[in-house]
């Protein structure tokens, strides 16, 4: 879909000429008292949905603090929806001021935030979407004051959208008409360096592999996980396309790789098992260790443990070092494979998590990875699509030029990058339009601002990565939570100047004329 809202933009700004604009000069000082005020209560949710993690769909803790704590503790402020457009941990915060001098016929201007709170399996926050909660949560609140203080007729909208990690809730919710009405959609995601910068398109190719015995089934699935590993070493289409794989077991996630992986090996002796993964274990697969033990099935119970971490990364895990190990053996004769304590097991599959700096290219990825997998597969299925989310002019410039501000901490440490470090399914109330030669953005559904703020403390020597397990740490620290609060300041100051200008609003906007 693809519309067209200037004209309502425009018809605003002309109507509401007899509402004059606020005089907004000590707006960064205002806000910083409204924060002192709302941020406590806020962060104290936002710890709690930390010390209690849940995955994707099951936020049911995280959904009830949030529509409590409005109902009870702030009654009144806000029209609370909880359960909203049919999803269960999903909830709405609506609010709207206006003025006697205003045309009741006039559009008011519209900003949302959103706020995610959905937890890793097995790894906590590891991808600190406490702070995203608490992002959404501050900067609507902060601007809700601003605009009732300053007499800036405006509605506000604070969407909690539900599992952003394994199937795109913000595409349900958008089908739902949840995104409709809104101007300009923010939020903020912490990371290990501030930026703001595209996110990569994502599918997921899940391989299953059926048919014969166990034996057959694990080797089937290996010579896949070693046929897309060659495949993507000598190229995949696409810019900065990757295929990193996932084994569908133990604590599995489509998009985290797992930190221990075991694969048994049958007709070989330990010896020649030690001597083999030994052989491939160099620096190049940092933090990776492995045990070789012979175990109870009769062969070689092959584990290795490694960092985990984000699937956008190509780092080379235990996963990686079981495919090379198991393609170094598999070739000798009589050597059979199996899955430790798990030997009658006929159904193994594979997730192959697909990404590409385009959404014009995926489709000839995942074409790729497909045929390569080829029959060694029963069948192939893919999950939703993630869009890669594109940099919208305007917004970027302000805000870095507003975080540059002694207010704003001073912070000249952030840029506009190019790089596309993960994915989010913010991309799909964007729904950018990209034009096919140039690959420059050209025009898009929505205007959505999603920077990427570091949260690790100045002059940390390695900073984790996202879904990295020391990633719950970091998003557990005080440093974290005081760069949420500047941010979620700055994203306010920006949505409460939008609100009240209406030509910084069409500049901001103007993207969606085209
Ligand atoms: C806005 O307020 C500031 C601070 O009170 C004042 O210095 C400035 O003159 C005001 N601007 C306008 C246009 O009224
Ligand atoms: C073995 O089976 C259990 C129970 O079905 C499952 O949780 C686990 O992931 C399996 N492990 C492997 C290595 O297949
Ligand atoms: C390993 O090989 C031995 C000897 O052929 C066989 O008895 C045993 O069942 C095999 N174990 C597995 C897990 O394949
Ligand atoms: C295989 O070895 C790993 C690492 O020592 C261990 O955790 C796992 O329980 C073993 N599996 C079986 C089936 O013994
Ligand atoms: C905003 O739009 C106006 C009118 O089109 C233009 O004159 C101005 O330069 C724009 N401002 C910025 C900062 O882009």
């Known amino acids: 879909m693809h519309f067209n809202r200037r004209s309502s933009i425009l018809l605003a700004s002309g109507l509401a000429s007899h509402v004059l604009a606020a005089n907004v000069s000590t707006l960064a000082t205002r806000l910083k008292a409204i924060s002192a005020d709302v941020f406590p209560d806020l962060k104290d949710i936002a710890v709690d949905i930390w010390n209690n993690p849940e995955i994707g769909l099951d936020e049911h803790h995280a959904h009830d603090l949030v529509v409590d704590y409005f109902t009870t503790q702030r009654p009144g402020e806000w029209i609370v929806t909880p359960h909203a457009f049919g999803m269960p941990t999903a909830w709405r915060l609506e609010f709207e001021f206006t003025v006697p001098a205003r045309s009741p016929n006039t559009p008011l201007p519209v900003i949302g935030f959103m ?22 949560l501050a900067a609507a609140s902060m601007a809700r004051q601003a605009v009732i203080d300053l007499g800036i007729p405006a509605r506000i909208v ?10 795109a809730g913000k595409h349900t919710l958008l089908e739902a008409g949840a995104f409709d009405g809104v101007d300009v959609w923010f939020m903020a995601h912490p990371t290990s360096t501030s930026a703001v910068q595209p996110m990569n398109a994502r599918i997921n190719a899940i391989a299953n592999f059926r048919g014969g015995s166990h034996n057959d089934v694990v080797r089937s699935a290996y ?19 990757t295929a990193v794989a996932v084994e569908d077991v133990g604590m599995f996630e489509c998009n985290i790789v797992q930190s221990q992986i075991s694969l048994g090996i049958n007709g070989s002796s330990l010896e020649t098992v030690q001597q083999t993964v030994s052989s491939i274990l160099d620096s190049t697969f940092p933090g990776v260790t492995f045990t070789a033990t012979l175990d109870s099935d009769g062969g070689v119970n092959l584990t290795s443990f490694g960092p985990g971490g984000h699937a956008s990364d190509s780092t080379k895990g235990p996963l990686v070092l079981t495919v090379k190990t198991f393609q170094a053996l598999s070739s000798q004769q009589g050597v059979t494979f199996y899955l430790p304590g798990n030997t009658t097991a006929t159904a193994l599959d594979i ?41 919208t002019p305007f917004i970027p410039d302000v805000f870095i030029n507003l975080l540059k501000t002694p207010d704003y901490g001073s912070q000249t440490n952030w840029g506009i990058s190019t790089f596309a470090p993960a994915s989010t399914d913010a991309s799909w109330l964007q729904g950018a339009v990209v034009d096919p030669t ?3 953005l050209i025009g898009a559904d929505r205007v959505v601002f999603h920077p990427n703020f570091g949260i690790c403390p100045p002059g940390t020597a390695h900073c984790a990565f996202n879904h990295e397990p020391p990633f719950r740490d970091l998003a557990g620290t005080d440093f974290s939570y005081t760069q949420t609060e500047i941010v979620a300041r700055a994203l306010a100051q920006i949505a409460v100047e939008l609100l009240n200008d209406p030509v910084m609003m069409a500049n901001a906007t103007a993207i969606l004329g085209n």
Not at 117 to 135: E, K, P, T
Not at 158 to 167: H, N, R
Not at 232 to 239: E, K, N
Request: proline letters at 3%; hydrophobic letters at 40%.
């Open 351 to 391: 997730t192959f998590d697909i990404r590409s700096r385009f959404t014009l290219d995926l489709d000839s990825v995942l074409d790729v990875v497909t045929a390569t997998v080829g029959n060694l597969a029963a069948s192939i299925s893919t999950d939703t699509v993630y869009p890669a989310l594109e940099v």
């Open 115 to 136: 706020s995610e709170y959905d937890a890793l399996v097995g790894i906590g926050h590891a991808c600190g979407h406490n702070h995203i909660a608490l992002n959404g």
């Open 438 to 440: 140039t690959k420059a």
């Open 223 to 241: 010579e896949a996980l070693v046929a897309v590993s060659d495949r993507a070493a000598a190229g995949l289409p696409g810019t900065s396309s």
């Open 158 to 167: 604070l969407m909690g959208t539900p599992d952003e990690e394994s199937e």
